[in-house]
């Protein structure tokens, strides 16, 4: 027996069955759904900056996509849609520009 305590993905419980596996579960409220999202965002940004630091480009596509997803559903609970974080990313970067000209700022006088 392993003790995960932990938001998956939907189709996992399937694979556990096909692997002869019983798997224990039980639907989140939307409170105990919310913290464990945040929990799962942590852990696969955590995922993603270890594929950054090893340079490996193949895993940072993954674990972004993971945290995408993770961000898409924090979203759904807040009413908004990816289309509106795009939006929102956009006047961001309209207003405020973005990271292309790899400005740091070390201080002001």
Do not use: C, Q, T, W
């Not at 003790?3 to 096909?18: G, Q, S």
């Not at 972004?64 to 559903?73: G, N, P, Q, T």
């Not at 807040?78 to 700022?105: A, P, T, V």
Request: charged share 40%; no cysteine.
């Amino acid at each position: 027996m392993i003790i995960y305590n932990k938001l998956v993905r939907d189709k996992i419980i399937d694979k556990i069955k096909l692997n002869n596996e019983i798997p224990v579960i039980r639907k989140l409220d939307n409170d105990e759904y919310k913290i464990e999202l945040i929990k799962k965002l942590k852990e696969e940004m955590n995922e993603l900056l270890e594929a950054i630091e090893l340079e490996n480009d193949l895993s940072i596509l993954e674990e972004s996509a993971d945290v995408f997803e993770v961000i898409k559903y924090i979203n759904i609970l807040s009413n908004n849609s990816m289309e509106n974080i795009i939006d929102e990313m956009n006047l961001k970067h309209d207003k405020k520009g973005g990271f292309d000209e790899k400005i740091y700022l070390e201080k002001v006088i």
